[in-house]
Nanobody, 115 residues
Framework: QVRLVESGGGLVQAGGSLRLSCAAA????????MDWYRQAPGKQRELVAR???????NYADSVKGRFTISRDNAKNTMFLQMNNLKPEDTAVYYC?????????WGQGTQVTVSS
């Protein structure tokens, strides 16, 4: 079983920055995919960024150039650096791990961007 715990959310003004963390605990194999998703009120959950074990990354068009996903494999931790935040980035942010051990989600962390 894998447990994911997000942290780092909060309230920030437009143009500000936040850094989210996702710590993974449990039986984690080295080859996996880790994602950041977000869900705004009344909207579907959407993929924000993805990073695979080798370090290849992908981003949603809406966050390209502003968000950076990274991971520390030795510490089983993933990060999302969010710069130049906009009110439309307001959402609950979730991390996800997909690997041989299964498909796991964190509980989410709220990010609120005020205009």
């Amino acid at each position: 079983q894998v447990r994911l715990v997000e942290s780092g959310g909060g309230l920030v003004q437009a143009g500000g920055s936040l850094r989210l963390s996702c710590a993974a605990a449990g039986s984690i194999f080295s080859q996996n995919v880790m994602d950041w998703y977000r869900q705004a009120p009344g909207k579907q959950r959407e993929l924000v960024a993805r990073i695979v074990s080798g370090g290849i990354t992908n981003y949603a068009d809406s966050v390209k150039g502003r968000f950076t996903i990274s991971r520390d494999n030795a510490k089983n931790t993933m990060f999302l650096q969010m710069n130049n935040l906009k009110p439309e980035d307001t959402a609950v942010y979730y991390c996800r791990l997909i690997g041989r051990q299964g498909d796991f989600w964190g509980q989410g962390t709220q990010v609120t961007v005020s205009s």
